[in-house]
């Protein structure tokens, strides 16, 4: 498994992906190596949880932290022979070569519409734009995470893609834990993202001061490289006591107690797919406002309340503190929807999908131009043509 920060999963939903499904792969007896970012945190273990973890540095800035690491982990791999490979982020796909000369079959986790994030200038955009062909030319099979993605994929390219999602976690209600934040189950909102403009914290934090809400707003999250975002994120609290922003929390049991007690969770990411943050709050039973877009619709359906602007922020908890009633009503119909997302059954997934690529049954790379390059006035066809394997 290549492309992420590694294990133990700190960070993200790829980390989360790989540690959920690597420690159940290694469970049903297959070898599973974790390529891994070097951390300040670090303490050097060979293993975790039954995965070989190799550690390697990586370049500390925003536009070459993930590549640059990538490269290091595909020189590794091609002097250590694995059967398959998993690569996360299409970023990584012009690395993809190397591992097909060394006929090492892979998958390339796409993830969602990094090219739509703000953090990328025009040039960073291209690359990804550039990027994502290059994963469908290069690898012998796509994996998204969320239907959003596959349509986008289906409609862009003309490709098939392997839909795995994450898994949701099943969050207990305990509450032990709260009162070292002076909080009380059911007695605030949250908030947990990282500062980015697509996941719209700025927005979830205006709309809800211009709420009547009498709920605090707990807000969970930083973000290396954003001190610009962070600071307007704060400044939109306009220093109204309700708010409360407690920085990253990287305590798995106090994080799981704040989604579980939360009266509401507001989510406001808009471009990565199925969000494992989304998916911990309905996994704790917890009624959720999410951004409108069609990644968080797919998760929540009918049992969430959304919102496009500020506004839409304020009158969602407004309501959801009016119906208390309602309001629980639906997080327990989010936690029943959390079982159509389970991790043994994703692990399933990339177990299957890791046998179809040794047996070279998978799609294998595709020959394709973007279909919005072909112009859009009318058919917009576009040829697809199967490559040869070893290409």
């Not at 303490?43 to 070459?64: D, F, I, N, Q, W």
């Not at 690491?69 to 250590?80: F, I, K």
């Not at 291209?126 to 959003?148: C, F, N």
């Not at 294998?364 to 394997?389: E, F, L, N």
Request: hydrophobic share 40%.
């Amino acid at each position: 498994m290549i492309g992420t920060r590694g294990v133990p999963a700190r960070y993200g939903g790829f980390e989360t992906a790989v540690e959920e499904v690597g420690r159940r792969l290694a469970e049903r007896g297959h070898r599973v190596v974790v390529y891994c970012r070097s951390h300040p945190d670090d303490e050097g273990l060979p293993t975790y949880l039954g995965m070989r973890r190799v550690v390697l540095p990586a370049l500390r800035k925003r536009s070459l932290e993930t590549l640059s690491h990538t490269a290091l982990s595909v020189g590794h791999v091609l002097g250590h022979r694995v059967d398959a490979a998993f690569v996360f982020n299409a970023a990584n796909a012009p690395l993809l070569p190397a591992l097909r000369t060394a006929r090492i079959p892979v998958a390339t986790h796409v993830d969602g519409l990094e090219w739509k994030r703000a953090k990328w200038g025009p040039t960073g955009q291209r690359y990804y734009r550039r990027a994502e062909e290059l994963a469908v030319r290069w690898s012998d099979a796509l994996i998204a995470d969320a239907p959003g993605i596959a349509r986008y994929y289906t409609d862009e390219f003309g490709v098939p893609t392997r839909y795995l999602a994450y898994g949701a976690p099943v969050i207990a209600q305990e509450s032990s834990r709260l009162g070292e934040l002076d909080l009380t189950p059911g007695g605030y909102h949250l908030v947990v993202a990282r500062f980015e403009p697509e996941n719209h914290v700025e927005l979830a934090v205006a709309g809800y001061v211009a709420s009547a809400a009498e709920r605090p707003l707990v807000v969970v999250g930083s973000a290396p490289y954003a001190d610009d975002y962070t600071n307007r994120v704060h400044a939109a609290a306009a220093d109204d006591p309700r708010v409360r922003f407690l920085g990253g929390v990287w305590d798995a049991e106090l994080l799981d107690q704040l989604y579980a007690n939360a009266a509401t969770y507001v989510h406001g990411h808009s471009v990565g797919g199925t969000n494992p943050s989304l998916l911990r709050a309905i996994g704790a039973g917890t009624a959720t406002i999410a951004y409108d877009v069609s990644f968080n619709r797919d998760v929540l359906r009918e049992h969430g309340r959304y919102f496009g602007d500020a506004a839409g922020v304020a009158r969602a908890v407004e309501a959801a503190e009016a119906d208390p009633t309602a309001t629980a009503s639906a997080g327990a119909s989010l936690r029943e929807r959390a079982r159509d997302f389970d991790w043994d059954d994703v692990a399933t997934g990339y177990e299957s999908l890791a046998r179809d690529l040794v047996a070279r049954s998978a799609p294998g790379p595709q020959r394709v131009r973007r279909r919005g390059d072909a112009g859009r006035d009318g058919a917009r066809s576009v040829a697809v043509t199967a490559v040869a394997h070893g290409e």
